[in-house]
């Protein structure tokens, strides 16, 4: 599957809501993220794109908005502006914001005292940061619609928990929680610049065990991303690596290599083959020099794997490894496709670019052509991450394309090769 990765690592301060949340406190009058109606709980559906949770939210009297959930970005970031056009927001001042990517700093706008409604999870006089314009077309990549990015002050004030088979998150109380020792495995983590930090994952290179420090990033759609510009220098990159792009941060494409490591743990869990990205200093690295120290991070490709539980209030993370997933192989694209969505739905699909000497490459195909069928399923009946799927099925595999290139109808066959 193709990851998307959004590193945020704002450098905008002093945005988020105050908290405080006594019970008894009317909601009109609450700040910050709480429960409605005294409840000690929520629950609130989720959908899983291209390894991203991606949840309904209504923002003042908007219609429903979609917004990922991101465990570390500090502020709740508007990326498709257009949302708000009919809607007045009350504008106080412009930002600058900076965080991976290869592009320059993006300019937003702040806009004070709105609510945010998540079914009984709410948020009043909450602060959004609104980009100026929709540089990072997520709802391209992803291929749904993404109006936003949220998350820390969610993790921050209550006990969070992913369910990724019921695609279902559990808010709790953080004074009514209890970990049982059924809910899975407790590991400690520390809280950094809005970051959740674990030292609970290691490598293995050849017989040798690496500890890491890494970030839980929920707003990353890879497995496992190691930062070489740190103290992870030492650690050679696998033997057989490609280049790629690895996803967009919030200033851009961020660049870099792919590779498969031989074998991680986590927590007490050992997967192996494990496919790492490797990020360019220049997208990546240089961006968070001021970053505290840390080797990587863990992204939904392996979090998925597990049913896990945040709780940042008390420190520590829960997880139980759900079995089915376990066993489930961790592939890339076989094809050298890359596409875009576009339409109402995002379910119309573009090819966006292809790789030098790939399949796809080598079977013609060209930037801008449209898919219309994919082997005997349309393509508007798919999303792109079912799409995705059929093109790491498995090596030697025939893909069949029925496309559409200036008004003419070309059929593109080729046969699937793993590239790592």
């Known amino acids: 599957m193709k990851t998307l990765v959004l590193i945020v690592g704002l450098l905008c301060t002093g945005l988020a809501a105050r908290g405080d949340n006594h019970n008894r406190t009317p909601?009109?009058?609450?700040?910050?993220?709480?429960?409605?109606g005294n409840r000690s709980w929520a629950r609130i559906p989720f959908e899983l794109h291209s390894n991203l949770i991606i949840v309904p939210v209504r923002v003042n009297d908007s219609d429903t908005l979609r917004f990922i959930l991101d465990t570390g970005v500090s502020n709740t970031i508007i990326t498709d502006p257009s949302a708000f056009r009919k809607q007045p927001l009350r504008l106080t001042r412009k930002?600058?914001?900076?965080?991976?990517?290869?592009?320059?700093?993006?300019?937003?706008?702040v806009a004070i005292e709105n609510q945010l409604s998540l079914g009984f999870l709410r948020?009043?006089?909450?602060?959004?940061?609104?980009?100026?314009?929709?540089?990072?077309?997520?709802?391209?990549?992803?291929?749904?619609?993404?109006?936003?990015?949220?998350?820390?002050?969610?993790?921050?004030?209550?006990?969070?928990?992913?369910?990724?088979?019921?695609?279902?998150?559990?808010i709790t109380d953080p004074k009514k929680y209890q970990y049982k020792k059924r809910r899975g495995d407790r590991y400690p983590i520390t809280i950094q610049d809005t970051k959740a930090y674990t030292d609970a994952l290691s490598v293995f290179d050849g017989e040798k065990s690496v500890p890491l420090r890494v970030v839980l990033d929920t707003g990353a759609g890879h497995a496992l991303l190691l930062d070489r510009s740190r103290s992870t220098a030492a650690m050679p990159l696998p033997v057989k690596i490609i280049r790629a792009q690895l996803g967009r941060g919030l200033n851009g494409v961020i660049n870099g290599s792919m590779g498969r490591i031989q074998k991680i743990r986590f927590g007490r869990y050992e997967l192996a083959n494990i496919l790492a990205s490797f990020p360019d200093s220049?997208?990546?690295?240089?961006?968070?020099?001021?970053?505290?120290?840390?080797?990587?991070?863990?992204?939904?490709?392996?979090?998925?794997?597990?049913?896990?539980?945040?709780?940042?209030?008390?420190?520590?993370?829960?997880?139980?490894?759900?079995?089915?997933?376990?066993?489930?192989?961790?592939?890339?694209?076989?094809?050298?496709?890359?596409?875009?969505?576009?339409?109402?739905?995002?379910?119309?699909?573009?090819?966006?670019?292809?790789?030098?000497?790939?399949?796809?490459?080598?079977?013609?195909?060209?930037?801008?052509d449209e898919l219309l069928f994919i082997n005997n399923s349309s393509a508007s009946d798919l999303t792109i991450s079912d799409i995705y799927k059929v093109l790491q099925t498995g090596e030697g595999k025939e893909v069949s394309l029925l496309i559409r290139r200036s008004g003419q109808i070309i059929i593109a066959q080729f046969a699937l090769k793993r590239q790592i």
Do not use: W
């Open 123 to 170: 948020a009043s006089h909450h602060n959004l940061v609104i980009l100026d314009e929709d540089i990072l077309q997520l709802s391209e990549y992803v291929g749904t619609p993404v109006h936003g990015i949220f998350g820390y002050e969610i993790f921050a004030n209550f006990v969070v928990n992913v369910d990724f088979q019921r695609r279902e998150i559990t």
């Open 282 to 368: 220049t997208s990546f690295g240089m961006k968070l020099v001021d970053m505290p120290e840390r080797q990587g991070n863990v992204g939904c490709e392996l979090l998925r794997r597990f049913n896990i539980t945040f709780n940042y209030p008390d420190r520590y993370i829960v997880m139980k490894p759900i079995k089915r997933l376990m066993r489930e192989e961790f592939e890339h694209d076989m094809s050298g496709l890359e596409l875009k969505a576009k339409g109402d739905r995002f379910r119309t699909y573009y090819v966006d670019k292809t790789v030098d000497g790939s399949p796809a490459d080598l079977a013609g195909l060209r930037e801008g």
């Open 27 to 36: 909601d009109k009058d609450r700040y910050g993220f709480f429960i409605a």
């Open 95 to 109: 930002i600058k914001l900076v965080g991976a990517g290869e592009g320059g700093n993006l300019t937003a706008s």
